[in-house]
Each structure stands twice: as structure tokens, then as C-alpha cells.
């Protein structure tokens, strides 16, 4: 998106570098990359030497690669007075990574707010990904139009939600309007998950059910409801294995916040 406002091919003045692909050149002035992947040149080149700024997004996501690069970013800055870097996110608690980054000033950019109700599960449930469908159901048959948004932990969870929801819907007939199923998740061909920007058909609602990379990555007009069971599948270290693995895990409270 941002090669297409700048005009100029992906690549070039702007690129991205992310595992096992690198789509960036000498003549590269914006690069887009993941944590993990500053992190390693971090490692090689301590100081950030090619960089003049550095901007980490998402700051409350604060997963054992960011808390690193703020405590790396910090001794760089010492280093380098000519470095700027900036910390961004919509929930952070600006004042803490403030005073971490020796009294660094805040800056506000105000955004569009939307009035947001916030309705809990009145006790928990063991099956969260059974109530979560159910809740689709109660949303598409009896509230008013507008579309869905449901947060799950992987595609296979994914997968089994719309086939599930296809299923219960095909089964009510022609009694309830239609539900189009759009799943998200990387691993989704890119003219798959671009299908989640179309507006549903006059008459029909939209459900997205996708991975926390709906949380900050996509904006999605037209969703009214979002219905979110409280997990995320991340990788964690086993401190007795030795390796890293998947697990799925409750989000904090600045990632419910994001998602609602």
C-alpha cells in the first residue's frame, strides 16, 4: 500500500524484509520488518548503523522480541545521538515507556472513536469455540444489521468454525438472511483474504473469523460486532525442552482493548 502512494514499484524506495524473503535493494528508503527479524540485525550490526530511524509498532503486544528490542534500542540511542525512535500504539501506556526512554516525549494523535459497549460471558465456558459460534447464531438471527468479527487462535480453528457455521446456517433454510464466512489467517492466499474488504450483498451480513492478525493489521469497514473468546495462539520457550513451542494462551488486557 505504501509503494502504491509513493508511486513507485515494491522493492525499491519501499520494501520488506521478513523470513527467508528479502524485497529490498540499495535504493531502499522505508523497509518494513518483523521484530524478529530486527532482532537479528541487532545482532550484527549493534549500533543500527544503515538506520537513521527506527519505529516499533504495536508496543503493547510487549512478546519477548519487542521487551528485547527495547532494552537493545535503548543502549543504541545512548550510542547514537543522531537515531530517532519512535514507540507507537493505540494502547500503550505512553508515561511508563516514557520514563523508560529517559523522559522521551509523548505525542497524542487523535483518532476516530466509536462509542464501544462491552458485554462479558456471564461465567466461563470450557468450549469457548462452541460459545463463540453460538454467539454468531444469536447475532445473525435476532440483532440488527451489521457485520462480525470473531477472533480464533489458528486456521484450524478456523477451518472447523466456518464449516460448523455453514452447516447451522444451511440447516435453518430460508428463514434467516444470508451469512457470508470469510476466514483470515496468513497462510490464506492473498486474493482470499482481500474478499473480507467486499461489502456483503444487500440483505446478508458478513462474519470474518480470523487470527490476531485482525487485531492491528486489517481494517475492516462495516463491522459492528466483535465477538472475542480471550486466546491467542504464541510461541513460547520451554524452559525444560530447551525449544520453542505454540500454545495457546490468554491475551492481555491492552490486546481485549485493541480488539474491541
Known amino acids: ?19 527467508f524473503e528479502d524485497c529490498t535493494c540499495a535504493e531502499t528508503k522505508i523497509k518494513y520488518m518483523t521484530d524478529g527479524m530486527l532482532l ?7 549500533d543500527l548503523s544503515t538506520y537513521s530511524v ?25 550510542k547514537r545521538k543522531d537515531i530517532k525512535l519512535i514507540v507507537t500504539s ?4 505512553a508515561v511508563k515507556f516514557s520514563t523508560y526512554f529517559y523522559e522521551a516525549p509523548i505525542f497524542t494523535i487523535p483518532g476516530r472513536s466509536f462509542p464501544v459497549e462491552v ?34 487462535t489458528g486456521q484450524e480453528e478456523i477451518d472447523t468454525s466456518c464449516e460448523i457455521l455453514y452447516s447451522r446456517i444451511k440447516s435453518l433454510g430460508a428463514n434467516v438472511p444470508e451469512l457470508v464466512i470469510l476466514p483470515v489467517y496468513s497462510a490464506l492466499p492473498s486474493e482470499m483474504q482481500t474478499r473480507i474488504f467486499e461489502p456483503a450483498p444487500p440483505g446478508s451480513r458478513k462474519v470474518v473469523i480470523a487470527t490476531n492478525i485482525a487485531e492491528t493489521s486489517l481494517t475492516i469497514d462495516g463491522i459492528y460486532y ?11 520457550y520451554n524452559s525444560k525442552s530447551g525449544i520453542d513451542q505454540l500454545l495457546v494462551t490468554p491475551i492481555s488486557q491492552a490486546q481485549a482493548k485493541q480488539r474491541a
Open 1 to 19: 500500500r505504501v509503494s502504491e502512494e509513493f508511486g513507485c514499484t515494491l522493492g525499491h524506495e519501499v520494501g520488506y524484509t521478513i523470513r
Open 40 to 46: 537479528r540485525e541487532c545482532l550484527l550490526d549493534p
Open 54 to 78: 527506527i519505529m516499533l509498532d504495536e508496543a503493547h503486544e510487549r512478546t519477548i522480541h519487542t521487551d528485547v528490542l527495547f532494552g537493545l534500542m535503548k543502549k543504541v540511542i545512548q
Open 90 to 93: 493505540a494502547t500503550l501506556d
Open 119 to 152: 458485554m462479558y460471558a456471564l461465567e466461563p465456558n470450557t468450549d469457548y469455540l462452541d460459545e463463540a459460534l453460538i454467539t454468531v447464531m444469536q447475532i445473525h438471527v435476532s440483532e440488527p444489521p451489521g457485520d462480525i468479527l470473531v477472533f480464533l
Open 226 to 236: 466483535v465477538v472475542d473468546p480471550g486466546f491467542v495462539k504464541q510461541k513460547v
